[in-house]
């Protein structure tokens, strides 16, 4: 069957007709897809502004009050007066060039260190432990959670009974076993204080590093092991070559949070020890309160908080940098 002349013409006035349609419709198209976007946009700003909000409000706002205090001579007159005299540099100077200071510095260093390697390998220990399944096993690790779960001010009190030197349950029980006919000083000795918060703190940050731990061996896929394993690998071998390399990033975290945590412990050491005897447990963060709450100049204080920020963050920059470098080669 042929179209005739007319047939074809009228194909295209409808195709022509069809296309002016079409280019008539394509503004109002663009316009909805504009619409639809701009809507989408406003939809992740009203996400998003409340939280900024409250990151400014909560943490950008007392950072910065931090840092202008700690610029001035803020004590308890300023509540009243509102007068708050610039100083410079000089609170910090003061703090650098105490001897205090020095000395603190290097507790919180040894205390850092002590209870970053101690809550590391134990808790590794206790994630490689927990990894194999046995009866009771789930128990075990929600029990785990206790000394995480309980508030710092109650677990030092109740360490500081436990260490008492005369009626503490610990040199109670070294008596009984005949390892110390007189007791150890934990509390009143001035190389056993130390000791002893850093146990409090190993025995408080072990369920964090196990949970962390525990949670990165799971992400290691099984058949790795099997075929470590029909390779000939041992558990030594199959732990250096399978597991390491694959919960180096989760490691990473654990050490970087670990220590920005620890370098800033103040409940337990107040507790256990206040600090003392003679200044044997005083860190940066003890320091810190001190200067605040209880000399009341709290520019200094400030001073030495940002002290404690500022090697914080060189530490984990350092260390992430470090990491970093070791992943790509």
């Known amino acids: 069957m042929s179209t005739g002349p007319e047939d074809g013409a009228v194909v295209v006035e409808t195709t022509a ?29 009203m996400f998003i502004t409340p939280a900024a909000a409250y990151l400014l409000l909560f943490f950008g706002y007392p950072i910065v009050k931090n840092i202008v205090m700690s610029f001035q001579q803020y004590t308890t007159t300023t509540f009243y007066t509102g007068a708050a005299p610039f100083v410079g540099l000089q609170n ?18 040894l205390f850092t260190a002590g209870s970053i390697f101690g809550q590391f390998v134990l808790g590794l220990a206790l994630a490689l432990f927990f990894r194999r399944s046995f009866p009771l096993g789930r128990v075990l690790r929600s029990l785990l ?6 508030p710092l001010v109650a ?23 005949h390892l110390s006919s007189s007791g150890i000083p934990w509390l009143t000795g001035t190389s056993q204080a130390l ?21 990165g061996l799971q992400d290691i896929p099984t058949h790795l092991y099997e075929a470590a394993k029909m390779d000939g690998a ?34 337990i050491i107040l507790v256990v020890t206040g600090g003392g005897p003679a200044n044997a447990t005083e860190t940066v963060a003890t320091q810190s309160y001190e200067l605040s709450f209880q000399q009341f100049e709290f520019g200094r204080g400030a001073a030495m908080s940002n002290i404690l920020i500022v090697i914080s963050l060189a530490f984990a920059l350092v260390y992430l940098r470090a990491n970093r470098r070791t992943q790509n080669v």
Do not use: C
């Not at 002016?20 to 976007?37: C, I, K, L, N, S």
């Open 17 to 45: 007709t069809g296309a002016a349609e079409e280019d008539e419709a394509a503004p109002g198209r663009e316009r909805a897809v504009a619409r639809a976007r701009l809507w989408e946009r406003l939809a992740q700003w």
């Open 92 to 109: 910090y100077s003061k703090i650098l060039s105490s001897d205090l200071f020095s000395k603190a510095l290097l507790t919180t260093v």
């Open 145 to 150: 959670l206790l000394p995480w779960l309980l």
């Open 155 to 177: 677990s030092g009190t109740m360490w500081r009974w436990m260490l008492d030197p005369d009626t503490g349950v610990v040199n109670d029980a070294l008596r009984h076993l």
């Open 195 to 215: 000791v002893s918060v850093i146990l409090v703190n190993i025995w408080v940050g072990i369920p964090f590093n196990t949970t962390i731990l525990y949670g």
């Open 234 to 267: 041992g558990p030594v071998t199959s732990f250096r070559h399978v597991t390491w390399p694959l919960l180096r990033p989760v490691v990473s975290v654990v050490l970087v949070l670990g220590v920005v945590y620890t370098a800033k412990v103040l409940d």
